[in-house]
């Protein structure tokens, strides 16, 4: 069965500081991966999407993923973080047209 | 365009009580899901449907219930409830459940408190 795994439960970083949140998953052929964003009181924001092809991938709020299936992983980057990019993240894997997600990694963003 | 709306925000239940969330999906779009989110946990999922069918179901108990409609708009049942399904329930709409082309929209959820 697939899953995914978000190792880190919360991460603190200061502004202007660059981010790395882990995502592993177990799934038996090329997963399709996304992360989403969680504002309090708010659904669930699409950042990226890995399909097949390039590694590397490039969403909103400048935010970039990239895939490594020797890891199984699909690490979410930012090299400068905002004081706004404080929220919850979510690793996902759609497969069946349904998503099997992380536990989310909780973001706070130090002044 | 609106995107995903949920109604009701928040709702507030006793334990044996039965609740009805409702979901209306971006215009154009033919699927709807239903996810579980429970406090400091992802989202867990609960149901699908495409055009009015079920074409997905999680493993959650058959006092869970769905339905979607001829507009696609869709209602979630939960009957007999407990305090364990206190939770931020998600709805997700997508233009079909093709998975390249199954990019899921998720509304602000309904936030429901079992006492």
């Known amino acids: 069965a697939q899953s995914v795994t978000q190792p880190d439960i919360h991460i603190t970083v200061s502004e202007g500081a660059s981010l790395e949140l882990r995502c592993n998953y177990s799934?038996?052929?090329?997963?399709?991966l996304f992360w989403y964003v969680q504002s309090p009181g708010q659904g669930l924001q699409l950042l990226l999407k890995?399909?097949?092809?390039?590694?590397l991938v490039q969403g909103i709020k400048g935010f970039e993923a990239e895939f490594k299936r020797s890891q199984s992983s699909f690490n979410l980057r930012k090299p400068s973080v905002h004081w706004s990019d404080a929220a919850e993240y979510f690793c996902?894997?759609?497969?069946?047209?349904?998503?099997?997600f992380g536990d989310g990694t909780t973001l706070t963003v130090k002044p | 365009d609106a995107g995903v709306t949920q109604s009701p925000t928040h709702l507030i239940k006793t334990r044996g009580q039965q609740v009805t969330l409702r979901c209306s999906p971006i215009?154009?779009?033919?699927?709807v899901s239903w996810y579980q989110q429970v406090l400091g946990q992802g989202p867990q999922f609960i149901f699908q449907?495409?055009?009015?069918?079920?074409?997905g179901r999680g493993n959650f108990p058959d006092r869970f219930s769905a339905r979607q409609f001829p507009n696609y708009s869709s209602e979630l049942n939960v009957n007999a409830l407990l305090l364990g399904d206190s939770a931020l329930y998600l709805c997700?709409?997508?233009?079909?459940?093709?998975?390249?082309?199954?990019?899921?929209?998720f509304g602000a959820g309904t936030r429901l408190s079992v006492l």
């Open positions: 997700a709409s997508s233009l079909d459940v093709g998975v390249g082309k199954n990019i899921q929209y």
């Open positions: 449907y495409y055009e009015k069918e079920e074409r």
């Open positions: 799934y038996g052929a090329t997963p399709y």
């Open positions: 996902a894997l759609p497969y069946a047209g349904k998503s099997t």
């Open positions: 215009s154009g779009h033919k699927s």
């Open positions: 890995y399909f097949s092809g390039d590694t």
